[in-house]
Protein backbone atom coordinates (compact mmCIF):
# COMPACT_ATOMS: atom_id res chain seq x y z
CA UNK A 1 0.00 0.00 0.00
CA UNK A 2 1.04 3.03 -0.97
CA UNK A 3 2.82 5.74 1.64
CA UNK A 4 -0.21 8.47 0.72
CA UNK A 5 -2.33 6.69 2.64
CA UNK A 6 -0.70 7.14 5.68
CA UNK A 7 -3.14 9.20 8.25
CA UNK A 8 -1.17 11.06 11.40
CA UNK A 9 -3.22 10.90 14.91
CA UNK A 10 -2.40 13.29 17.64
CA UNK A 11 -1.98 10.34 20.35
CA UNK A 12 -1.19 10.22 23.97
CA UNK A 13 0.70 7.25 25.67
CA UNK A 14 -1.07 5.35 27.88
CA UNK A 15 0.94 5.85 30.56
CA UNK A 16 0.91 9.57 30.34
CA UNK A 17 -3.07 9.02 31.66
CA UNK A 18 -3.67 7.37 35.34
CA UNK A 19 -6.07 6.17 37.70
CA UNK A 20 -6.50 8.62 40.41
CA UNK A 21 -9.12 6.92 42.57
CA UNK A 22 -10.88 3.85 41.76
CA UNK A 23 -10.01 0.03 41.58
CA UNK A 24 -6.70 -0.05 39.70
CA UNK A 25 -5.34 3.32 41.49
CA UNK A 26 -1.79 4.00 40.50
CA UNK A 27 -2.25 2.23 36.60
CA UNK A 28 -1.98 3.91 33.63
CA UNK A 29 -4.41 3.69 30.93
CA UNK A 30 -4.91 0.23 29.03
CA UNK A 31 -6.75 -1.99 26.77
CA UNK A 32 -10.14 -3.31 27.18
CA UNK A 33 -9.79 -6.06 29.35
CA UNK A 34 -7.86 -4.78 32.01
CA UNK A 35 -9.85 -1.70 32.95
CA UNK A 36 -13.00 -1.19 35.30
CA UNK A 37 -15.77 1.39 35.29
CA UNK A 38 -15.97 4.07 37.46
CA UNK A 39 -12.46 4.55 37.46
CA UNK A 40 -11.21 8.19 37.65
CA UNK A 41 -8.53 8.99 35.50
CA UNK A 42 -6.37 12.34 35.15
CA UNK A 43 -3.83 12.92 32.48
CA UNK A 44 -0.46 13.96 33.60
CA UNK A 45 0.38 17.58 33.62
CA UNK A 46 3.71 16.89 31.23
CA UNK A 47 1.86 14.80 28.45
CA UNK A 48 1.68 15.77 24.99
CA UNK A 49 -0.10 14.59 21.82
CA UNK A 50 2.72 12.93 19.80
CA UNK A 51 2.19 12.19 16.05
CA UNK A 52 1.64 8.56 15.18
CA UNK A 53 1.42 7.72 11.30
CA UNK A 54 -0.84 4.86 10.25
CA UNK A 55 -1.93 2.82 7.63
CA UNK A 56 -4.85 0.36 5.96
CA UNK A 57 -2.51 -3.35 6.51
CA UNK A 58 -3.72 -7.01 5.85
CA UNK A 59 -7.00 -8.48 6.82
CA UNK A 60 -8.63 -4.68 8.00
CA UNK A 61 -6.06 -4.13 10.48
CA UNK A 62 -3.96 -0.90 10.39
CA UNK A 63 -0.07 -0.76 10.41
CA UNK A 64 2.22 1.86 11.74
CA UNK A 65 3.41 4.39 8.47
CA UNK A 66 6.95 4.62 7.91
CA UNK A 67 8.06 7.92 8.99
CA UNK A 68 6.16 7.87 11.76
CA UNK A 69 7.27 10.46 14.98
CA UNK A 70 6.54 7.00 17.36
CA UNK A 71 5.93 3.24 16.82
CA UNK A 72 8.08 1.01 14.83
CA UNK A 73 7.28 1.17 11.15
CA UNK A 74 5.90 -1.92 10.15
CA UNK A 75 4.14 -2.64 13.44
CA UNK A 76 0.63 -3.97 13.49
CA UNK A 77 -1.74 -1.77 14.68
CA UNK A 78 -5.36 -3.02 16.70
CA UNK A 79 -8.36 -0.83 17.07
CA UNK A 80 -9.04 -2.21 20.99
CA UNK A 81 -12.06 -0.16 22.32
CA UNK A 82 -13.67 3.19 22.73
CA UNK A 83 -13.81 4.74 25.83
CA UNK A 84 -16.72 6.96 27.34
CA UNK A 85 -15.41 9.18 29.87
CA UNK A 86 -16.92 11.87 31.67
CA UNK A 87 -15.87 14.81 34.37
CA UNK A 88 -17.33 16.29 37.30
CA UNK A 89 -19.58 18.54 35.45
CA UNK A 90 -21.22 16.22 33.27
CA UNK A 91 -19.36 16.79 29.64
CA UNK A 92 -18.57 13.53 28.35
CA UNK A 93 -15.99 12.56 25.44
CA UNK A 94 -14.61 9.75 23.75
CA UNK A 95 -11.24 8.12 23.35
CA UNK A 96 -9.95 5.29 20.91
CA UNK A 97 -7.34 2.92 22.26
CA UNK A 98 -5.10 1.63 19.90
CA UNK A 99 -2.29 -1.26 20.71
CA UNK A 100 0.73 -1.82 18.98
CA UNK A 101 1.90 -5.53 18.51
CA UNK A 102 5.49 -6.79 16.83
CA UNK A 103 5.94 -9.33 14.49
CA UNK A 104 5.61 -11.81 17.44
CA UNK A 105 2.32 -10.41 18.51
CA UNK A 106 3.86 -8.95 21.51
CA UNK A 107 3.11 -5.24 23.06
CA UNK A 108 4.84 -2.56 22.56
CA UNK A 109 3.11 0.45 23.31
CA UNK A 110 -0.23 1.40 23.68
CA UNK A 111 -1.61 4.70 22.80
CA UNK A 112 -4.78 6.42 23.60
CA UNK A 113 -6.73 8.82 20.58
CA UNK A 114 -8.94 11.50 22.28
CA UNK A 115 -12.07 12.41 20.40
CA UNK A 116 -12.11 16.01 21.98
CA UNK A 117 -9.27 17.96 23.81
CA UNK A 118 -7.89 16.48 27.10
CA UNK A 119 -6.91 18.53 30.22
CA UNK A 120 -4.52 18.24 33.28
CA UNK A 121 -5.60 18.50 36.35
CA UNK A 122 -9.09 17.20 35.18
CA UNK A 123 -10.65 14.11 36.64
CA UNK A 124 -12.33 11.67 33.69
CA UNK A 125 -14.42 9.18 34.75
CA UNK A 126 -14.56 5.65 33.02
CA UNK A 127 -18.27 5.41 31.86
CA UNK A 128 -18.42 3.50 28.87
CA UNK A 129 -16.24 0.32 27.22
CA UNK A 130 -17.35 0.06 23.80
CA UNK A 131 -14.96 -3.05 21.60
CA UNK A 132 -17.36 -2.99 18.50
CA UNK A 133 -17.12 1.09 18.22
CA UNK A 134 -13.75 1.86 17.70
CA UNK A 135 -13.48 0.36 13.88
CA UNK A 136 -16.23 2.52 13.60
CA UNK A 137 -15.47 6.13 15.30
CA UNK A 138 -12.13 5.26 13.86
CA UNK A 139 -13.46 5.25 10.31
CA UNK A 140 -15.72 8.46 10.46
CA UNK A 141 -12.74 10.34 11.15
CA UNK A 142 -10.41 8.79 8.13
CA UNK A 143 -13.64 9.10 5.63
CA UNK A 144 -13.50 12.46 3.31
CA UNK A 145 -16.80 14.38 4.53
CA UNK A 146 -18.42 17.64 3.08
CA UNK A 147 -20.68 19.42 5.36
CA UNK A 148 -24.40 20.27 4.88
CA UNK A 149 -24.81 23.28 2.23
CA UNK A 150 -21.66 22.50 0.21
CA UNK A 151 -22.41 22.98 -3.49
CA UNK A 152 -21.82 19.95 -5.73
CA UNK A 153 -21.38 20.24 -9.83
CA UNK A 154 -23.67 18.20 -11.56
CA UNK A 155 -23.08 16.46 -15.02
CA UNK A 156 -25.24 19.05 -15.96
CA UNK A 157 -22.89 21.94 -14.76
CA UNK A 158 -25.88 23.20 -12.05
CA UNK A 159 -25.13 23.33 -8.47
CA UNK A 160 -26.94 21.10 -5.74
CA UNK A 161 -26.71 21.18 -2.26
CA UNK A 162 -24.54 18.16 -0.50
CA UNK A 163 -27.82 17.29 1.01
CA UNK A 164 -30.26 17.23 -2.04
CA UNK A 165 -28.32 14.76 -3.28
CA UNK A 166 -29.75 10.83 -4.40
CA UNK A 167 -28.30 7.57 -5.16
CA UNK A 168 -27.68 7.77 -9.15
CA UNK A 169 -27.64 11.43 -9.83
CA UNK A 170 -25.26 12.14 -12.11
CA UNK A 171 -21.98 13.87 -11.23
CA UNK A 172 -19.10 15.79 -12.66
CA UNK A 173 -16.16 14.31 -12.21
CA UNK A 174 -12.42 15.38 -12.89
CA UNK A 175 -11.32 11.98 -14.68
CA UNK A 176 -13.87 10.25 -15.74
CA UNK A 177 -16.82 12.85 -16.78
CA UNK A 178 -20.32 12.53 -15.59
CA UNK A 179 -20.50 9.60 -13.11
CA UNK A 180 -23.49 8.01 -11.08
CA UNK A 181 -23.40 8.50 -7.26
CA UNK A 182 -23.51 4.97 -5.78
CA UNK A 183 -23.96 6.38 -1.93
CA UNK A 184 -24.56 8.77 0.08
CA UNK A 185 -23.64 8.51 3.87
CA UNK A 186 -24.72 11.22 6.73
CA UNK A 187 -23.62 11.91 10.03
CA UNK A 188 -23.77 14.03 12.92
CA UNK A 189 -20.36 14.93 14.86
CA UNK A 190 -19.30 16.82 17.53
CA UNK A 191 -16.76 19.40 15.90
CA UNK A 192 -13.78 19.04 18.47
CA UNK A 193 -10.11 18.98 18.58
CA UNK A 194 -7.78 17.91 15.91
CA UNK A 195 -11.18 16.02 13.75
CA UNK A 196 -12.97 19.64 13.88
CA UNK A 197 -13.98 20.68 10.24
CA UNK A 198 -11.90 23.14 7.98
CA UNK A 199 -13.12 26.15 6.46
CA UNK A 200 -11.52 27.00 3.25
CA UNK A 201 -13.27 30.34 3.07
CA UNK A 202 -14.20 31.70 -0.31
CA UNK A 203 -11.57 32.89 -2.55
CA UNK A 204 -8.80 31.44 -1.00
CA UNK A 205 -8.04 28.56 -3.32
CA UNK A 206 -10.55 30.16 -6.17
CA UNK A 207 -13.37 28.76 -4.46
CA UNK A 208 -17.03 30.14 -5.02
CA UNK A 209 -18.08 29.94 -1.50
CA UNK A 210 -17.16 28.83 1.95
CA UNK A 211 -16.27 25.08 2.08
CA UNK A 212 -15.89 23.04 5.46
CA UNK A 213 -14.54 19.65 5.02
CA UNK A 214 -13.03 16.84 7.16
CA UNK A 215 -9.54 17.79 8.17
CA UNK A 216 -7.92 14.33 6.22
CA UNK A 217 -9.96 15.49 2.99
CA UNK A 218 -7.30 15.96 0.48
CA UNK A 219 -8.16 18.55 -2.06
CA UNK A 220 -6.61 18.24 -5.91
CA UNK A 221 -4.63 21.71 -7.22
CA UNK A 222 -2.93 22.18 -10.19
CA UNK A 223 -0.06 24.97 -10.42
CA UNK A 224 0.76 26.54 -13.12
CA UNK A 225 4.34 26.07 -12.33
CA UNK A 226 5.52 23.72 -9.32
CA UNK A 227 5.55 26.60 -6.85
CA UNK A 228 5.42 24.19 -4.26
CA UNK A 229 8.74 22.21 -5.57
CA UNK A 230 6.59 18.67 -5.58
CA UNK A 231 8.17 17.58 -8.69
CA UNK A 232 5.05 18.11 -10.87
CA UNK A 233 1.92 20.49 -11.19
CA UNK A 234 -0.68 18.80 -9.89
CA UNK A 235 -0.96 17.59 -6.12
CA UNK A 236 -3.39 16.52 -3.75
CA UNK A 237 -3.45 18.65 -0.36
CA UNK A 238 -5.00 17.67 2.90
CA UNK A 239 -7.29 20.20 4.32
CA UNK A 240 -5.26 19.97 7.16
CA UNK A 241 -2.15 20.70 6.42
CA UNK A 242 -3.34 24.50 4.78
CA UNK A 243 -4.73 25.86 7.96
CA UNK A 244 -3.47 29.28 8.39
CA UNK A 245 -5.47 31.41 11.16
CA UNK A 246 -6.95 33.33 8.21
CA UNK A 247 -8.18 32.30 4.16
CA UNK A 248 -8.07 28.47 6.04
CA UNK A 249 -9.00 27.79 9.54
CA UNK A 250 -10.12 24.99 11.64
CA UNK A 251 -13.81 25.35 13.62
CA UNK A 252 -13.99 24.22 17.23
CA UNK A 253 -17.32 23.84 18.56
CA UNK A 254 -20.96 22.43 18.12
CA UNK A 255 -21.98 20.09 16.14
CA UNK A 256 -21.49 19.81 12.20
CA UNK A 257 -23.15 17.70 9.41
CA UNK A 258 -21.19 15.46 7.55
CA UNK A 259 -21.91 13.72 3.99
CA UNK A 260 -19.59 10.99 1.98
CA UNK A 261 -20.25 10.42 -1.51
CA UNK A 262 -19.07 7.42 -2.87
CA UNK A 263 -18.15 6.24 -6.32
CA UNK A 264 -17.47 3.00 -8.19
CA UNK A 265 -13.84 4.28 -8.39
CA UNK A 266 -12.46 7.14 -5.87
CA UNK A 267 -12.77 10.47 -7.99
CA UNK A 268 -12.32 14.10 -7.52
CA UNK A 269 -15.49 16.13 -8.37
CA UNK A 270 -16.19 19.65 -7.71
CA UNK A 271 -17.38 21.05 -4.26
CA UNK A 272 -17.50 25.28 -3.67
CA UNK A 273 -15.40 25.16 -7.51
CA UNK A 274 -12.78 23.62 -5.52
CA UNK A 275 -11.69 19.82 -7.08
CA UNK A 276 -11.51 17.96 -4.16
CA UNK A 277 -11.77 14.12 -3.43
CA UNK A 278 -14.66 11.51 -2.74
CA UNK A 279 -14.68 8.69 -0.39
CA UNK A 280 -12.13 5.99 -0.49
CA UNK A 281 -12.97 2.72 0.73
CA UNK A 282 -10.16 1.32 2.63
CA UNK A 283 -9.89 -1.11 5.61
CA UNK A 284 -10.18 2.20 7.40
CA UNK A 285 -13.32 3.77 6.37
CA UNK A 286 -15.14 -0.06 4.80
CA UNK A 287 -17.19 -0.12 8.13
CA UNK A 288 -19.10 3.36 7.38
CA UNK A 289 -21.00 1.66 4.56
CA UNK A 290 -24.12 0.10 6.04
CA UNK A 291 -24.73 -3.60 6.58
CA UNK A 292 -27.16 -4.03 3.75
CA UNK A 293 -25.27 -2.37 0.93
CA UNK A 294 -25.28 -4.26 -2.29
CA UNK A 295 -22.32 -6.81 -2.93
CA UNK A 296 -20.78 -5.06 -5.46
CA UNK A 297 -19.76 -2.47 -2.61
CA UNK A 298 -19.33 -5.62 0.16
CA UNK A 299 -16.48 -6.85 -2.11
CA UNK A 300 -13.07 -4.92 -2.63
CA UNK A 301 -13.44 -2.22 -4.91
CA UNK A 302 -10.84 -2.18 -7.97
CA UNK A 303 -11.67 1.55 -8.84
CA UNK A 304 -10.57 2.28 -5.25
CA UNK A 305 -6.82 1.12 -5.83
CA UNK A 306 -4.25 2.27 -7.69
CA UNK A 307 -5.64 5.65 -9.26
CA UNK A 308 -3.20 7.89 -10.97
CA UNK A 309 -4.33 10.76 -8.52
CA UNK A 310 -3.80 9.06 -5.71
CA UNK A 311 0.11 9.45 -6.34
CA UNK A 312 -0.52 13.32 -6.17
CA UNK A 313 -0.69 14.12 -3.09
CA UNK A 314 1.75 16.08 -0.95
CA UNK A 315 3.18 15.55 2.71
CA UNK A 316 2.89 18.02 5.10
CA UNK A 317 6.96 19.11 4.91
CA UNK A 318 6.12 20.65 1.53
CA UNK A 319 3.31 22.87 3.28
CA UNK A 320 4.46 23.51 6.37
CA UNK A 321 4.03 27.34 6.32
CA UNK A 322 2.08 29.97 7.16
CA UNK A 323 1.74 31.02 3.02
CA UNK A 324 0.96 27.44 1.80
CA UNK A 325 -2.64 28.57 0.58
CA UNK A 326 -1.84 31.95 -0.65
CA UNK A 327 0.94 30.15 -2.68
CA UNK A 328 -1.06 27.65 -4.39
CA UNK A 329 -3.61 30.18 -5.11
CA UNK A 330 -1.50 32.43 -6.79
CA UNK A 331 0.08 29.44 -8.52
CA UNK A 332 -3.17 28.02 -9.94
CA UNK A 333 -4.37 31.80 -11.07
CA UNK A 334 -7.20 30.73 -13.55
Not at 26 to 48: I, K, N, P
Amino acid sequence: MSETFAQTLPVFHARDITVVSGANLGDAMSFADELDLDDVYELSQRAQTARLSVQPAHAGMLRVASGSAIGTAGNDLHLDAALTMMTANGTTSELLVLVEVDGAGDIEAIYVLPLAQMAARTEYTLVGIERAAARDRFAEMACVSFSRGTQVTMASGAQTPIEDLRIGDMILTRDDGPRPLRWIGAATTRAVGDFAPVRIRAGALHNSGDLLVSPESRLFIYQRSDALGAGRSEVLVRARHLVNGGSIVQERGGFVDYFQLLFDQHQIIYAEGIAAETMLVDPRTRSVLPADLSDSLSRPLPGHVHRAHLDFEVGQRLVDRPDAAEILRRASIR
